[in-house]
């Protein structure tokens, strides 16, 4: 037995199979519960994620499937528990709607490190036996403890990438503390991820360098996004002239690619940050133990730290460079996506064009 509504009348787009063309789908959402918050979508982020799940690229996709982990939209209707949102209010959801509230990391406001596992925005299965679908839709009811409060002088449009792209990159940002003036921080790819590092690092105060295989983001790195300097990954001379000078490195390729060459450009006790997925991760211990550095990894951030970034991005000003488009091109914009021809996120006008 399921809370899902016999009404159909959530509007989304899904894929059906492995194909992930997306196409028109109607579908019910669950009623609204005590501690719920419903929300008309104005927009949602196009990422990466989009694209595997809609293709069973990890052989898990529960069709049909209506992708979309950036959502941003107002309030409709509240539960009578709901006690941090009014209707009319500005919102956003991101990569996870539930968790067990009740482990450790939950208990910390790291919900996305549940004991038990979080709830994903799409393609999981939530405690009422439904599986979740995400924000290529016209509205989704999400517990009011996953959804997050955007200040009212930020652009809807603009805070989607914020809540997947944006918090990727602040959360380990802010764990290794790059948010001190001064120090020095290489960010290795330039799409979604890698040009909200340029611009959170460089509202922190940090000297950021752009490492990047394509010459022609030269220009936007330093221009647009105002990088300090842009380096050819591939051009040894210019690696070899920054070695040991960087304090942080945030690494957001998914390709595969070698790590010594970047390691060696720490200074000693700098600290390398992994959130992309390349196939493997292989360096030789002296590019760790020499210089006693440091590698992590990260995902996105837990539900107080996704609320500060959202406050911070509109205290300072720090919007993600977008292409917004309707949803009939959401299928173009995946393709794109995969060959990287994005400048630098996606961001479906659900609002206007799902009607």
Known sequence: MTSETSTKDCLGWAARDPSGVLSPYSFGRRA?????VSITITH??????????????????KYPLVPGHEIVGIVKEVGPNVCRFKVGDHVGVGTYVNSCRDCEYCNHGLEVHCAKGSVYTFNAIDADGTITKGG???????HE?????????????????????????????????????????GVIGLGGLGHMAVK?????GLTVTVFSTSTSKKEEALNLLGADKFVVSSDLEQMKALAKSLDFIVDTASGDHPFDAYMSLLKVAGVYVLVGFP???????????IGAKTVSGS???GTKETQEMLDYCAANKIYPQIEIIPIQHANEALERLIK???KYRFVIDIENSLK
Do not use: Q
């Open 279 to 289: 196939s493997e991760v292989k360096f030789s211990p002296a590019s760790l133990n």
């Open 299 to 301: 995902v996105t951030g």
């Open 340 to 342: 990287r021809d994005v």
């Open 200 to 204: 959170f690092g460089k509202a922190f």
């Open 136 to 142: 290529y839709s016209s509205y989704i009811v999400v």
């Open 145 to 185: 403890r996953y959804c997050f409060s955007i200040p009212n002088n930020y652009p809807l449009a603009s805070a989607a990438p914020l809540l997947c792209a944006g918090i990727t990159v602040y959360t380990p940002m802010m764990r290794h503390k790059m948010n001190r003036p001064g120090k020095s921080l």
């Open 32 to 36: 609204v519960g005590s501690d719920d």
């Open 44 to 61: 949602c982020g196009i990422c990466y994620a989009d694209v595997i799940w809609t293709r069973n690229k990890h052989g898990d996709s």
